[in-house]
């Protein structure tokens, strides 16, 4: 499915029956995070079943839910699990949720993901600041947009400007995230191939969802959270039942920065 605006606006309408009817920031929670929400009072849930163009994971331990939370009278939309390429949907559909947040005219994205260390000095439990992309599936979520708008600038798609304040407190790293479309992991010649290419993590989500954002204008803040060493590299464990352990051990450092994020007046 290409950008099909009527879709967004059919969801956007659902929202604001249920209420919602603007939105200030996302955050969009991969592997490991789901405990992030349960810290945070006033919540509204809405599994995305019910919402229009929206469905239901096929990963087993991820959500699958739109979680309204408001903090110091900041509007935040948690999506608590992802619909992933791998899963058959298009480029539009896996950042289908970030358009109906643009159209609700969301400032902000907050996105996080699980991915394989390439950078050899990166350990599982790292947490990584996304500076940049490279996108290696080939379609773009923005195809079927007709207007000239759709020629998004991709250059500092990532805002790192908390960067030193976050190393400081987190000790985080910082790098190039890697996107492939899965599910099988990668074979170790891809994984040298990406290293050479100048990525430090590699995953199957984030980069349509950044794109989306950029295309509505948000400001970005991406987190790799890494679970393994990436195929081939010493030490490497790919067992999605793994990834899924670490992702839950790192996840609660993430938790604590993205609270710390959304306090904050303006990320
Ligand atoms: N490769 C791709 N995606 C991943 C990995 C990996 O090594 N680990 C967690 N998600």
């Known amino acids: 499915m290409l950008y099909n605006k009527e879709l967004i606006l059919e969801s956007m309408s659902f929202l604001k029956s249920k209420g919602i009817e603007s939105v200030d920031t996302v955050v969009v929670l991969g592997s490991g995070l789901s405990h992030l929400v349960d810290q945070f009072p006033n919540t509204m849930v ?112 990532y805002d790192i400007s908390l960067y030193d304040e976050l190393q400081q407190k987190y000790q985080i790293k910082k790098g190039v995230y890697v996107s492939t479309l ?25 980069v349509m969802e950044t794109i989306m954002a950029r295309y509505y204008r948000m400001k970005v803040v991406g987190f790799s959270m890494i679970t393994n060493k990436a195929s081939g590299l010493p030490g490497a464990v790919l067992a999605h039942t793994d990834v899924i352990e670490q992702a839950n051990k790192a996840g609660k450092i993430l938790s604590n920065i993205i609270s710390d994020l959304l306090q904050k007046d303006n990320i």
């Not at 896996?94 to 609700?104: C, H, R, V, W």
């Not at 947490?127 to 490279?134: P, Q, V």
């Not at 992991?185 to 993590?201: C, K, W």
């Open 46 to 157: 809405i599994p995305y079943d019910d919402i229009p163009g929206m469905h239901a994971s096929s990963v087993k331990g991820h959500d699958s839910a739109l979680i309204y939370i408001t903090i110091n009278n900041k509007k935040i939309v948690v999506l608590k699990g992802r619909m992933h390429m791998y899963e058959g949907y298009s480029a539009f559909q896996s950042s289908f949720a970030i358009a109906l947040m643009g159209e609700l005219k969301a400032r902000q994205l907050i996105v996080t993901n699980a991915a394989g260390g390439l950078n050899p000095e990166f350990n599982p439990g790292d947490i990584m600041m996304i500076e940049d992309h490279i996108k290696t599936q080939f379609p773009s979520p923005l195809e079927g947009i007709l207007t000239n708008d759709r020629f998004v600038d991709m250059q500092n798609a």
């Open 182 to 206: 899965g599910p099988q992991y990668e074979t170790p010649a891809e994984v040298r191939h990406f290293r050479n290419m100048g990525g430090d993590t590699v995953g199957m989500s984030t």
